[in-house]
């Protein structure tokens, strides 16, 4: 808790490395030499960081004491690369193996910690289908989490189409995540880990953003709640305007949309993850629902503000208390489907 209010992180991280799966996959995949692709950057800066990557569900929940979330909402570490691995029954395999991991990870306290289940969407739609059915009824994830990179296809592709109709008919949450790493570089060949995360997570939400509203994915599945996280929000109310100004001139090329672009963004089922120290976020709310903004930690990310996050948001006098209230508690309910009781973490709403 903070400031009174019950703080539910709808992005946190597990540490999914390879010892991870090494135990869990099928014997024929656990001598590999590396469990997924990468790019090989070194996040730890030679180790400095590797105290900030909590190996246990108790060092988790202990730093969200530290913290003061009281709830956190989990996608995976070593999974955002999964749209990397190209070879079909690995990939399935991946996702069985984490899944049951996170499972037992949130097991530490199922009332803190809840998993979003890792889905072989982009090289198998039935089996994917079949993950996210299995995660969601059998180890109680509250959503499915979609990489916003794929080698030949963007996340709203049609090949996708019965994968979102299911999860719209099921009401399971879709989040869509970047990895962070240099999926865009072909585009613009950096050298370094800086010039390459700059341009990853937004621009790839920009990218993930465009494909789902123009496709009318919206429209065909008026159930289905996505949303786009860790880029931040202040392109939002931009990228709403330009998509706008873009279909004037063009809307025969969305043929299923009944509306303009930002009236998708609007239509409340579309949620973003703020940054807690952005600027841009007091104004946000004019242009896109306030009652669809949700608060990411990133914990434990080398680039996340660990133990300060929550209080950088809670403690800023720019932003009301009904606005925290719905970043930190009411939005991200609404999002994954689930109903926290206030009093169970010594407080009431």
Same mark, same amino acid.
């Given at each position: 808790?903070?400031?009174?209010?019950?703080?539910?992180?709808?992005?946190?991280?597990?540490?999914?490395?390879?010892?991870?799966?090494?135990?869990?996959?099928?014997?024929?995949?656990?001598?590999?030499?590396?469990?997924?692709?990468?790019?090989? /950057?070194?996040?730890?800066?030679?180790?400095?960081?590797?105290?900030?990557?909590?190996?246990?569900?108790?060092?988790?929940?202990?730093?969200?004491?530290?913290?003061?979330?009281?709830?956190?909402?989990?996608?995976?570490?070593?999974?955002?690369?999964?749209?990397?691995?190209?070879?079909?029954?690995?990939?399935?395999?991946?996702?069985?193996?984490?899944?049951?991991?996170?499972?037992?990870?949130?097991?530490?306290?199922?009332?803190?910690?809840?998993?979003?289940?890792?889905?072989?969407?982009?090289?198998?739609?039935?089996?994917?289908?079949?993950?996210?059915?299995?995660?969601?009824?059998?180890?109680?994830?509250?959503?499915?989490?979609?990489?916003?990179?794929?080698?030949?296809?963007?996340?709203?592709?049609?090949?996708?189409?019965?994968? #979102?109709?299911?999860?719209?008919?099921?009401?399971?949450?879709?989040?869509?995540?970047?990895?962070?790493?240099?999926?865009?570089?072909?585009?613009?060949? /950096?050298?370094?880990?800086?010039?390459?995360?700059?341009?990853?997570?937004?621009?790839?939400?920009?990218?993930?953003?465009?494909?789902?509203?123009?496709?009318?994915?919206?429209?065909? #599945?008026?159930?289905?709640?996505?949303?786009?996280?860790?880029?931040?929000?202040?392109?939002?109310?931009?990228?709403?305007?330009?998509?706008?100004?873009?279909?004037?001139?063009?809307?025969?090329?969305?043929?299923?949309?009944?509306?303009?672009?930002?009236?998708?963004?609007?239509?409340?089922?579309? /949620?973003?993850?703020?940054?807690?120290?952005?600027?841009?976020?007091?104004?946000? @709310?004019?242009?896109?629902?306030?009652?669809?903004?949700?608060?990411?930690?990133?914990?434990?990310?080398?680039?996340?503000?660990?133990?300060?996050?929550?209080?950088?948001?809670?403690?800023?006098?720019?932003?009301?208390?009904?606005?925290?209230?719905?970043?930190?508690?009411?939005?991200?309910?609404?999002?994954?489907?689930?109903?926290?009781? @206030?009093?169970?973490?010594?407080?009431?709403?």
């Amino acid at each position: 808790m903070r400031n009174g209010m019950v703080i539910i992180d709808a992005d946190g991280h597990a540490v999914d490395y390879e010892p991870v799966y090494r135990g869990r996959l099928p014997q024929e995949y656990r001598q590999r030499a590396a469990i997924y692709p990468s790019d090989n /950057f070194d996040r730890t800066q030679n180790g400095k960081l590797a105290g900030k990557r909590p190996l246990t569900p108790e060092q988790n929940l202990a730093d969200n004491d530290r913290e003061g979330i009281d709830l956190q909402i989990i996608y995976p570490t070593g999974g955002l690369n999964l749209t990397r691995v190209r070879e079909r029954d690995y990939a399935v395999a991946l996702c069985r193996a984490y899944n049951d991991w996170l499972n037992d990870w949130c097991a530490a306290d199922r009332n803190r910690l809840k998993g979003v289940a890792i889905v072989p969407l982009h090289v198998d739609v039935r089996a994917a289908i079949d993950e996210m059915e299995r995660a969601v009824a059998k180890l109680g994830a509250v959503g499915v989490m979609i990489n916003t990179y794929d080698r030949s296809r963007n996340v709203a592709h049609r090949d996708f189409w019965p994968f #979102y109709e299911e999860c719209a008919h099921q009401g399971v949450a879709v989040g869509f995540h970047a990895s962070g790493s240099d999926t865009l570089d072909p585009l613009c060949h /950096f050298d370094n880990l800086l010039q390459v995360h700059t341009l990853s997570h937004a621009p790839e939400q920009l990218i993930a953003c465009t494909a789902v509203i123009y496709s009318g994915l919206l429209e065909k #599945y008026k159930d289905l709640r996505v949303a786009f996280l860790e880029a931040g929000i202040g392109w939002v109310p931009f990228w709403m305007e330009h998509m706008d100004e873009e279909y004037e001139f063009r809307p025969f090329d969305a043929p299923l949309l009944k509306a303009k672009p930002s009236d998708y963004m609007s239509c409340g089922r579309v /949620f973003v993850s703020c940054e807690p120290e952005e600027k841009t976020l007091r104004y946000v @709310p004019e242009f896109f629902p306030a009652d669809n903004i949700l608060f990411a930690s990133d914990y434990p990310h080398w680039d996340g503000q660990f133990p300060y996050s929550v209080a950088t948001l809670a403690d800023r006098n720019d932003l009301s208390d009904n606005l925290k209230r719905k970043i930190f508690f009411d939005n991200p309910q609404r999002f994954y489907g689930i109903d926290v009781d @206030p009093a169970r973490f010594g407080a009431r709403q």
